[in-house]
């Protein structure tokens, strides 16, 4: 894998298509003199064609795009930890007196009187 150091419009964002469009959309973006102005093309229902920055797979735009490879990583980190902590002496021997005799309840004191 080649190493990609992002610089000048890429490290900010500026050059994504959709980061560009909300630039372009703010009130008062006319004012900038030096931004240079990108022509987006309008995509309508019934066209048949998606824009391509309009995917449904791609992470960083679709939200439930998002949240499938959220569970997806939630998912693989659960299949993982398979690590069980294990019980302490004192709470094991607890348990297997209540299991030996379910009508004891435990005494509020150490010292009856």
Same mark, same amino acid.
């Given at each position: 894998m080649v =190493?990609?150091?992002?610089s000048g419009a890429d490290f900010f964002g500026f050059s994504h298509p959709t980061i560009q469009n909300l630039i372009q959309s703010c009130p008062g973006a006319r004012k900038c003199t030096n931004y240079?102005?990108?022509?987006?093309?309008?995509?309508? =229902?019934g066209d048949g064609q998606v824009a391509h920055s309009l995917s449904e &797979? &791609?992470?960083s735009i679709n939200?439930?795009?998002?949240?499938?490879?959220?569970?997806f990583t939630d998912t693989?980190?659960?299949?993982?930890?398979t690590v069980q902590t294990p019980q302490s002496p004192?709470?094991?021997?607890?348990l297997h007196l209540a299991m030996a005799s379910p009508n004891l309840k435990p005494s509020t004191s150490y010292y009856s009187s």
């Open positions: =190493p990609v150091t992002p240079r102005w990108i022509r987006f093309e309008v995509c309508r =229902p &797979d &791609d992470v939200f439930e795009a998002f949240q499938r490879h959220q569970s693989i980190k659960t299949e993982h930890a004192s709470s094991s021997h607890q």
